[in-house]
Protein backbone atom coordinates (compact mmCIF):
# COMPACT_ATOMS: atom_id res chain seq x y z
CA UNK A 1 0.00 0.00 0.00
CA UNK A 2 1.51 3.31 -0.82
CA UNK A 3 2.13 6.02 1.51
CA UNK A 4 -0.96 8.06 0.20
CA UNK A 5 -3.07 5.12 0.82
CA UNK A 6 -2.06 5.16 4.28
CA UNK A 7 -2.31 8.40 5.13
CA UNK A 8 -5.91 8.51 3.19
CA UNK A 9 -6.83 5.45 5.57
CA UNK A 10 -5.80 6.67 8.47
CA UNK A 11 -7.46 10.19 8.18
CA UNK A 12 -11.07 8.24 7.62
CA UNK A 13 -12.24 9.22 11.47
CA UNK A 14 -11.51 12.97 10.68
CA UNK A 15 -12.45 12.68 7.08
CA UNK A 16 -16.23 10.74 8.48
CA UNK A 17 -16.26 14.33 11.36
CA UNK A 18 -15.81 17.14 8.02
CA UNK A 19 -18.13 14.99 5.68
CA UNK A 20 -21.49 15.84 7.66
CA UNK A 21 -21.85 17.98 4.55
CA UNK A 22 -20.80 15.07 1.73
CA UNK A 23 -23.88 15.88 0.00
CA UNK A 24 -22.83 19.23 -0.99
CA UNK A 25 -19.29 19.35 -1.35
CA UNK A 26 -19.54 18.77 -5.13
CA UNK A 27 -22.19 21.71 -5.69
CA UNK A 28 -21.50 25.22 -6.93
CA UNK A 29 -19.54 27.24 -4.06
CA UNK A 30 -21.53 30.12 -4.41
CA UNK A 31 -25.36 28.50 -4.76
CA UNK A 32 -23.70 27.04 -1.08
CA UNK A 33 -23.10 29.84 0.25
CA UNK A 34 -26.54 31.74 -1.11
CA UNK A 35 -29.18 29.41 -0.68
CA UNK A 36 -27.96 26.94 1.67
CA UNK A 37 -26.81 28.51 5.06
CA UNK A 38 -27.09 25.99 7.48
CA UNK A 39 -24.82 24.04 4.90
CA UNK A 40 -22.11 26.33 5.95
CA UNK A 41 -23.09 25.95 9.84
CA UNK A 42 -22.86 21.97 9.67
CA UNK A 43 -19.42 23.04 7.99
CA UNK A 44 -18.59 25.27 10.22
CA UNK A 45 -19.59 22.40 13.83
CA UNK A 46 -17.60 19.59 11.72
CA UNK A 47 -14.56 21.69 11.66
CA UNK A 48 -14.48 22.82 14.89
CA UNK A 49 -15.52 19.38 16.16
CA UNK A 50 -12.13 18.18 13.95
CA UNK A 51 -10.23 20.52 15.92
CA UNK A 52 -9.72 22.81 13.48
CA UNK A 53 -9.80 25.74 16.14
CA UNK A 54 -12.35 28.46 15.80
CA UNK A 55 -10.26 31.11 14.45
CA UNK A 56 -9.24 28.88 11.79
CA UNK A 57 -12.77 28.09 10.98
CA UNK A 58 -13.81 31.49 10.80
CA UNK A 59 -10.93 32.05 8.18
CA UNK A 60 -11.94 29.01 5.89
CA UNK A 61 -15.03 29.86 5.46
CA UNK A 62 -14.41 33.38 4.62
CA UNK A 63 -12.33 32.41 1.96
CA UNK A 64 -14.97 29.70 0.83
CA UNK A 65 -17.61 32.64 0.63
CA UNK A 66 -15.24 34.31 -1.29
CA UNK A 67 -14.52 31.83 -3.57
CA UNK A 68 -15.52 31.93 -7.05
CA UNK A 69 -16.00 28.90 -10.19
CA UNK A 70 -15.49 26.36 -7.12
CA UNK A 71 -17.45 23.47 -5.72
CA UNK A 72 -17.82 23.50 -2.33
CA UNK A 73 -15.21 20.60 -1.66
CA UNK A 74 -12.65 22.56 -3.90
CA UNK A 75 -13.00 25.59 -2.18
CA UNK A 76 -12.59 24.17 0.99
CA UNK A 77 -9.59 22.04 -0.10
CA UNK A 78 -8.04 25.53 -1.27
CA UNK A 79 -9.09 26.75 2.06
CA UNK A 80 -7.26 23.99 3.93
CA UNK A 81 -4.41 23.80 2.21
CA UNK A 82 -3.66 27.91 2.76
CA UNK A 83 -4.40 27.43 6.36
CA UNK A 84 -1.51 24.57 6.75
CA UNK A 85 1.35 27.35 4.88
CA UNK A 86 3.02 29.07 8.05
CA UNK A 87 4.78 31.07 6.50
CA UNK A 88 3.16 33.88 5.44
CA UNK A 89 4.39 35.22 1.94
CA UNK A 90 4.07 31.90 0.43
CA UNK A 91 0.59 31.17 1.83
CA UNK A 92 0.08 34.86 -0.27
CA UNK A 93 1.32 33.17 -2.98
CA UNK A 94 -1.21 30.24 -2.84
CA UNK A 95 -3.86 32.88 -2.56
CA UNK A 96 -3.06 34.52 -5.54
CA UNK A 97 -3.43 31.14 -7.45
CA UNK A 98 0.72 29.66 -7.09
CA UNK A 99 1.77 26.44 -5.53
CA UNK A 100 5.13 27.94 -3.92
CA UNK A 101 6.41 24.58 -4.05
CA UNK A 102 6.58 20.56 -5.37
CA UNK A 103 5.70 17.81 -2.98
CA UNK A 104 8.31 17.93 -0.30
CA UNK A 105 10.00 14.69 -0.41
CA UNK A 106 12.50 15.47 1.99
CA UNK A 107 13.29 17.53 5.24
CA UNK A 108 16.50 18.85 5.69
CA UNK A 109 17.47 20.41 9.28
CA UNK A 110 19.13 23.49 9.24
CA UNK A 111 22.27 21.82 11.53
CA UNK A 112 23.78 18.91 13.15
CA UNK A 113 21.73 18.38 16.34
CA UNK A 114 18.05 18.27 16.86
CA UNK A 115 16.60 18.21 20.29
CA UNK A 116 13.21 16.09 20.11
CA UNK A 117 10.68 16.76 22.58
CA UNK A 118 7.14 15.94 24.26
CA UNK A 119 5.66 14.75 26.75
CA UNK A 120 5.60 11.29 27.72
CA UNK A 121 3.69 9.04 26.07
CA UNK A 122 3.50 10.61 22.45
CA UNK A 123 5.53 8.18 20.83
CA UNK A 124 8.80 10.28 21.19
CA UNK A 125 11.62 7.44 21.56
CA UNK A 126 10.15 5.41 18.77
CA UNK A 127 9.56 8.80 16.48
CA UNK A 128 13.51 9.17 17.13
CA UNK A 129 14.19 5.55 15.99
CA UNK A 130 11.80 6.35 12.99
CA UNK A 131 13.63 9.43 12.61
CA UNK A 132 17.11 7.56 12.41
CA UNK A 133 16.27 4.86 9.61
CA UNK A 134 14.78 8.08 8.05
CA UNK A 135 18.15 9.86 8.04
CA UNK A 136 20.32 6.49 7.20
CA UNK A 137 18.30 5.50 3.87
CA UNK A 138 19.04 9.02 2.66
CA UNK A 139 22.94 8.50 3.12
CA UNK A 140 23.25 10.51 6.49
CA UNK A 141 25.48 9.26 9.06
CA UNK A 142 22.98 9.47 12.96
CA UNK A 143 23.46 8.90 16.46
CA UNK A 144 21.08 9.14 19.17
CA UNK A 145 21.37 10.57 23.15
CA UNK A 146 19.07 8.78 25.25
CA UNK A 147 18.43 11.64 27.32
CA UNK A 148 15.42 10.81 29.00
CA UNK A 149 16.67 10.18 32.40
CA UNK A 150 14.01 10.15 34.30
CA UNK A 151 11.41 7.55 32.63
CA UNK A 152 12.14 3.85 33.46
CA UNK A 153 14.10 2.16 30.65
CA UNK A 154 13.71 4.80 28.44
CA UNK A 155 17.15 4.78 27.81
CA UNK A 156 17.69 1.28 27.09
CA UNK A 157 14.56 1.49 24.57
CA UNK A 158 16.62 3.77 22.45
CA UNK A 159 19.52 1.76 22.96
CA UNK A 160 17.46 -1.76 21.20
CA UNK A 161 16.57 0.87 18.64
CA UNK A 162 20.48 1.63 18.06
CA UNK A 163 21.51 -1.50 18.16
CA UNK A 164 18.34 -2.97 15.73
CA UNK A 165 19.35 0.41 12.94
CA UNK A 166 23.10 0.25 13.62
CA UNK A 167 23.25 3.90 15.11
CA UNK A 168 25.52 4.82 17.85
CA UNK A 169 23.32 6.28 21.13
CA UNK A 170 25.18 8.23 24.17
CA UNK A 171 23.74 6.94 27.15
CA UNK A 172 23.12 7.84 30.95
CA UNK A 173 22.14 6.67 34.16
CA UNK A 174 18.32 6.09 35.13
CA UNK A 175 17.39 9.28 37.04
CA UNK A 176 21.13 10.83 36.04
CA UNK A 177 21.43 14.08 34.60
CA UNK A 178 19.71 14.54 31.39
CA UNK A 179 22.11 17.71 30.52
CA UNK A 180 25.12 15.80 30.98
CA UNK A 181 23.60 13.14 28.25
CA UNK A 182 23.11 15.81 25.87
CA UNK A 183 26.38 17.33 26.60
CA UNK A 184 28.13 14.11 25.83
CA UNK A 185 26.45 13.05 22.83
CA UNK A 186 26.77 16.78 21.32
CA UNK A 187 30.44 16.58 21.60
CA UNK A 188 30.47 13.12 20.29
CA UNK A 189 28.53 14.21 17.51
CA UNK A 190 31.46 16.89 17.10
CA UNK A 191 34.25 15.14 17.27
CA UNK A 192 33.21 12.09 14.86
CA UNK A 193 31.77 14.52 12.08
CA UNK A 194 28.42 12.39 12.39
CA UNK A 195 25.67 14.33 10.21
CA UNK A 196 23.04 14.13 12.54
CA UNK A 197 22.40 13.74 16.60
CA UNK A 198 18.47 13.73 17.87
CA UNK A 199 18.31 13.81 21.21
CA UNK A 200 15.55 12.28 23.28
CA UNK A 201 14.73 14.45 26.44
CA UNK A 202 12.55 14.25 29.72
CA UNK A 203 8.67 14.32 28.86
CA UNK A 204 7.46 14.82 32.52
CA UNK A 205 9.34 15.79 36.11
CA UNK A 206 7.62 16.54 39.00
CA UNK A 207 6.22 19.55 37.91
CA UNK A 208 5.55 21.28 34.54
CA UNK A 209 7.89 24.24 35.48
CA UNK A 210 10.60 21.70 36.19
CA UNK A 211 10.52 20.29 32.73
CA UNK A 212 10.65 23.48 30.94
CA UNK A 213 13.87 24.08 32.94
CA UNK A 214 15.74 21.05 32.48
CA UNK A 215 14.79 21.39 28.60
CA UNK A 216 16.34 25.01 29.02
CA UNK A 217 19.37 23.51 30.77
CA UNK A 218 20.00 20.67 27.93
CA UNK A 219 19.58 23.80 24.97
CA UNK A 220 22.73 25.62 27.14
CA UNK A 221 24.88 22.55 27.27
CA UNK A 222 24.48 21.54 23.49
CA UNK A 223 25.12 24.99 22.96
CA UNK A 224 28.25 24.93 25.13
CA UNK A 225 29.38 21.28 23.71
CA UNK A 226 28.47 22.35 19.99
CA UNK A 227 28.44 25.56 19.46
CA UNK A 228 25.26 27.11 16.98
CA UNK A 229 23.79 23.49 18.34
CA UNK A 230 20.79 22.50 18.64
CA UNK A 231 19.70 23.83 15.42
CA UNK A 232 16.48 21.97 15.46
CA UNK A 233 13.51 21.71 18.51
CA UNK A 234 10.71 19.43 17.36
CA UNK A 235 8.26 18.63 19.09
CA UNK A 236 6.21 15.46 18.85
CA UNK A 237 2.42 15.54 19.52
CA UNK A 238 -0.14 13.36 19.57
CA UNK A 239 -3.21 13.47 17.37
CA UNK A 240 -5.37 11.65 19.77
CA UNK A 241 -4.99 14.68 22.32
CA UNK A 242 -6.51 17.64 20.13
CA UNK A 243 -6.21 21.26 21.87
CA UNK A 244 -5.00 19.91 24.66
CA UNK A 245 -1.59 18.91 22.80
CA UNK A 246 -2.05 22.04 21.32
CA UNK A 247 -1.71 23.89 25.26
CA UNK A 248 0.87 21.34 25.81
CA UNK A 249 2.69 22.82 22.45
CA UNK A 250 2.52 26.54 23.75
CA UNK A 251 4.13 25.54 26.87
CA UNK A 252 6.81 23.86 25.20
CA UNK A 253 7.01 26.61 22.74
CA UNK A 254 7.56 29.51 25.43
CA UNK A 255 10.37 27.13 27.07
CA UNK A 256 12.07 26.59 24.07
CA UNK A 257 11.48 27.84 20.53
CA UNK A 258 10.50 24.88 18.45
CA UNK A 259 11.45 24.91 14.39
CA UNK A 260 8.98 21.92 13.94
CA UNK A 261 6.35 19.50 15.28
CA UNK A 262 5.82 16.12 14.56
CA UNK A 263 2.38 15.01 14.63
CA UNK A 264 1.59 11.10 15.29
CA UNK A 265 -0.89 8.72 15.81
CA UNK A 266 -3.06 10.80 13.24
CA UNK A 267 -5.26 7.42 12.49
CA UNK A 268 -6.44 6.94 15.37
CA UNK A 269 -8.36 9.98 15.66
CA UNK A 270 -10.82 12.48 14.29
CA UNK A 271 -9.32 15.23 15.38
CA UNK A 272 -6.73 15.39 12.51
CA UNK A 273 -7.54 19.45 11.92
CA UNK A 274 -5.02 19.82 14.72
CA UNK A 275 -2.68 20.39 11.97
CA UNK A 276 -3.98 23.39 11.26
CA UNK A 277 -5.09 24.97 14.47
CA UNK A 278 -0.53 24.07 15.14
CA UNK A 279 0.00 26.14 12.38
CA UNK A 280 -2.53 28.28 12.63
CA UNK A 281 -1.65 29.81 16.34
CA UNK A 282 1.72 28.59 16.66
CA UNK A 283 3.48 29.47 13.39
CA UNK A 284 5.66 26.54 13.20
CA UNK A 285 5.68 24.34 10.30
CA UNK A 286 4.46 20.54 10.76
CA UNK A 287 7.64 18.68 9.88
CA UNK A 288 6.50 14.77 9.61
CA UNK A 289 3.42 13.09 10.58
CA UNK A 290 2.52 9.68 11.58
CA UNK A 291 -0.38 7.00 10.60
CA UNK A 292 0.57 3.36 11.80
CA UNK A 293 3.82 1.91 13.57
CA UNK A 294 6.01 0.94 11.13
CA UNK A 295 9.33 2.87 10.40
CA UNK A 296 7.74 4.28 7.34
CA UNK A 297 4.22 5.46 8.35
CA UNK A 298 6.57 8.74 9.60
CA UNK A 299 7.03 10.52 6.30
CA UNK A 300 7.52 14.45 5.58
CA UNK A 301 4.80 16.62 5.58
CA UNK A 302 2.83 17.98 2.67
CA UNK A 303 -0.20 20.49 3.24
CA UNK A 304 -1.59 19.39 -0.70
CA UNK A 305 -1.27 15.98 -0.23
CA UNK A 306 -2.56 15.90 3.42
CA UNK A 307 -5.74 17.58 2.29
CA UNK A 308 -5.43 15.46 -0.92
CA UNK A 309 -5.63 12.15 1.02
CA UNK A 310 -8.22 13.96 3.42
CA UNK A 311 -10.74 13.78 1.22
CA UNK A 312 -9.79 10.97 -0.63
CA UNK A 313 -9.08 12.86 -3.99
CA UNK A 314 -6.67 11.23 -6.51
CA UNK A 315 -5.17 8.73 -5.17
CA UNK A 316 -4.76 5.76 -6.90
CA UNK A 317 -5.85 2.34 -5.33
CA UNK A 318 -4.02 -0.81 -5.63
Do not use: C
Amino acid sequence: MSWLERLRDGLSKTRQQINSTAGFLGQDVRDVVTNRLDTIEDLEYALIAADVGRAATEDILEDIRRAEGKNLQQALMDALTLQLEPDARRAEFRKLGFAPDARRTSVDPKGHVVMVIGVNGVGKTTTIAKLGQYYMNRGKSVMFAAGDTFRAAAGAQLGEWGERLGIPVVQGTDGGDPAAVAFDGASARAARGTDLLFIDTAGRLHNKHNLMEELKKVRRVVEKADPAEPSETWLVLDAVTGQNGLQQAKKFHEATPLTGVIVTKLDGTAKGGILVAIVRELGVPIKFIGVGEQADDLQPFDSQEFVRALFDVNIPRE
